[in-house]
Nanobody, 118 residues
Framework: QVRLVESGGGLVQPGGSLRLSCEVSESISTIYRMAWARQGPGKQRDLIAAITSDGLTNYTDSAKGRFTISRDNAKNVLYLQMNNLKPTDTAVYYC????????????WGQGTQVTVSS
């Protein structure tokens, strides 16, 4: 079982930046895909950024150009650098791990709250 612990959320003004971290209990380099998702008030949880074990990244349109997903294999930590934050980015942000392309289960962290407000 992969355990994920997010941190780094908080209150930030519009236009500000935050870096989220996700500590992973296993060797992150062996996990097929790591991702960040978010769930805004009254909305469903959606993946917004992903990185594969090969280092390939993918972003939704809402994240592209402002958010950067990365990982530190030595520390087993996944990051999400978020710049130029907007009030519409307010959400609980979750870390997700998909161990393999045909894995029966994926894993989620407990989430970290990001609030963008002046």
């Amino acid at each position: 079982q992969v355990r994920l612990v997010e941190s780094g959320g908080g209150l930030v003004q519009p236009g500000g930046s935050l870096r989220l971290s996700c500590e992973v209990s296993e060797s992150i380099s062996t996990i097929y895909r790591m991702a960040w998702a978010r769930q805004g008030p009254g909305k469903q949880r959606d993946l917004i950024a992903a990185i594969t074990s090969d280092g390939l990244t993918n972003y939704t349109d809402s994240a592209k150009g402002r958010f950067t997903i990365s990982r530190d294999n030595a520390k087993n930590v996944l990051y999400l650098q978020m710049n130029n934050l907007k009030p519409t980015d307010t959400a609980v942000y979750y870390c997700n791990a998909l161990p393999g392309p045909r894995a029966r289960y994926d894993y989620w962290g407990q989430g970290t709250q990001v609030t963008v407000s002046s």
